[in-house]
């Protein structure tokens, strides 16, 4: 184990960082999660399919994701390039579902005239939402071509975001039960998974590199500029930073490692943090902005569990400092997050709210057609 003072590394620049940007994507995925349910609700507007979860699917999930990591462990090469494809196609979604609401704000700050142009995929689009879809693709383009780490890491925060969006859990007990699950998931795959495929798994899928189907387009035809696209691309499946970060950002200099940090390591604590906003938007429902509620018994759940999340979060790192080795993040998060909660709720005689839940089930399942 290393010494203690170690730790300190922990202030530098990009594990910082590192933090920071999680516990933004955490909490601002758990409000557009609950922004975005309130619009639903308001406009009564199923054309974009949502999911709650019931035990069954939460129970499905790890065993579903421990098969989809073996089938990445043994048959990534042979798969990449279809999956960076289809991680492209959800990239654009993703980013086009994220900056949207951007855009219809200053749409009506602005009052600017905005008419309907074509209709795709049984959706009618305005010429603004069809400028927002070829700057969301140029964005995916150019990290097809570059690689690049911060464009990596701007498509990640848009998958969790429009993930945490749209799936959902109905109540504690659901969540309680996913959070475990996956809680056992992550231990066992980082801890165990070399004793039974003699290699650990889960490191061996997060630092897999896919082939660029660009550059093997460009390859094949022999086009100029091949040099400038990336052979090998990082997916968007997790945030990434450099440890020598100004090194990273400027051009020229070259970066060897990265610290990384796993979109489900985001997405999954953030399930927990929507849930409770919601909970707490629920109790106070007059107020147009939930995050200057001042609470009837005290602070709101969402600050126990994103402070929770934080506490969680910087002893995984520190863990992995002080014993040189990967760390299941989960380990660490899914204590420090459902654990405040529920003790909080017992205390304030809410857990019954909380575990049984009383949301308004959306019925995911209809869907109206925009005419």
Known sequence: MEPLWKLAYLLEPAPATLVLTAIAVTFGSAFRALNYGKEMERNRDFSEASITLDRTQALMIPIMSSFSLLLMFYLFPSVSQILTAFTAVASVSSLYFCLSPYIAHVKSQFGLVDP?????????????????????????????????????????????????????????????????????????????????????VMVSVATQQASNPIHTVANSLSLPGLQMIAKKLELPVKIVFPRNLLGGVIPGNKVAEFMMLGLGDMAIPSMLLALVLSFDHRRS?????????????????????????????????????????????????????????????????????????TTPNINEKAHSTEV
């Open 116 to 200: 309907f142009v074509s209709r795709c995929c049984s959706k009618s689009f305005t010429r603004i939402q069809g400028f927002l879809l070829l700057f969301c693709s140029g964005i995916v383009v150019a990290w097809l071509i570059s690689g690049h780490w911060i464009l990596n890491n701007m498509l990640g925060i848009s998958l969790c975001i429009a993930f945490v969006s749209h799936v959902r859990l109905p109540n504690i007990k659901i969540c309680a039960m996913l959070l475990v699950c996956l809680f056992v998931y992550d231990i066992f795959w980082v801890f165990y998974s070399e004793r039974f495929f003699g290699a650990n």
């Open 285 to 357: 429902k007059d107020s147009v902005n939930p995050l200057d509620i001042p609470s009837s018994k005290g602070h709101k759940y969402i600050w126990y569990a994103l402070s929770g999340y934080a506490i969680g979060l910087v002893t995984a790192l520190g863990a992995g400092i002080l014993t040189h080795s990967p760390q299941p993040a989960l380990l660490y998060l899914v204590p420090s997050t459902l654990g405040p909660v529920i003790v909080i709720s017992w205390m304030r005689k809410e857990l019954t709210d909380l575990w049984e839940g």
